[in-house]
């Protein structure tokens, strides 16, 4: 069996029987109204095995992962590189892909939503940071950019800009517009924030059909310099995590954040693979 089915099992086992719990806010921290589409985003207290299995402790490196991970260079003209997304986090199942991604050596981009950063999903949030993996603006709570007007959409961005710095003091160079619509003014946005657009080459469509293997056959399907959409809020994406990675690594792909993949970006820009 391999390496990430395993892990996987344990995850899912530990999470059926762990009690929920809930979180307090800090005083003077406001609660977060439920996001639109999703929900409120639950708390997901994970044990400790679980997290040590990634050599990792929740929201926090572990004994074997330094608090800022070595600098790569990954000549991506010379290895099979491929950069997997997660987007709309993070959420309660963020967890279980950190720790699945940790398994593999892999290194990924989160593009997230700055009203999900929340007292419950803050520490996912530090945990990509410290762990290697990129973090990238997908707007406040996901709304469809070019219908807002120039006031609403730069608070769009500015607010996550400033929710992901609060949490990790990483300013993003990345963002993901929302359903992949842009249009000038977006443009013009995105360049004045210092953001690239960055959309996709490879779309699992696991928002739509909710099959682990339909989702791990798309994400196989991935050439060298490819782009990789997901979302870290659906379970079946979680279920079909180790068996595209392990299809990847069968393949020879090295995993690389999306800012590894293109090298430098131009603000405003938009790119879908290398």
């Keep these: 069996m391999r390496i990430g089915s395993v892990l996987l099992s344990l995850l899912l086992l530990g999470g059926c029987a762990q009690a929920r719990t809930t979180t307090v806010p800090a005083a003077g921290e406001r609660p977060v109204a439920p996001h639109p589409r999703f929900g409120t985003p639950r708390h997901f207290d994970a044990d400790l095995l679980r997290f040590r299995l990634a050599g990792a402790q929740r929201g926090a490196p572990g004994p074997r992962l330094p608090a800022v991970p070595p600098p790569r260079r990954v000549d991506c003209r010379q290895h099979k590189c491929v950069a997997l997304t997660f987007d709309d986090g993070p959420a309660e199942y963020t967890g ?34 410290a762990e290697g993996h990129e973090i990238g603006n997908h707007s406040w709570d996901h709304a469809s950019l070019p219908g807002l007007s120039s006031d609403a959409l730069r608070r769009e961005l500015d607010r996550t800009q400033e929710a992901v710095r609060k949490a990790t003091g990483v300013t993003m160079r990345l963002m993901r517009p929302p359903y992949g619509a842009t249009n000038q003014a977006v443009d013009n946005e995105t360049k004045q924030t210092g953001l690239a657009q960055i959309l996709w080459a490879v779309d699992t469509l696991d928002w739509l059909n909710r099959n682990p293997t339909t989702i791990a056959q798309r994400s196989a399907a991935a050439k060298p310099g ?49």
């Design 96 to 129: 279980h892909v950190l720790d699945l991604l940790a398994a593999h050596h892999a290194r990924a981009t989160f593009f997230i939503l700055g009203q999900m950063i929340t007292g419950e999903t803050r520490d996912f949030v530090r945990r990509m940071a």
């Design 226 to 274: 490819d782009i990789v959409l997901m979302h870290d809020i659906h379970p079946t994406t979680v279920q079909a995590l180790p068996h595209l990675l392990d299809k990847l690594d069968h393949k020879g792909f090295t995993y690389v954040t999306v800012s590894e993949l293109l090298g430098s970006t131009t603000p405003g820009k938009k790119y879908t693979n290398r």
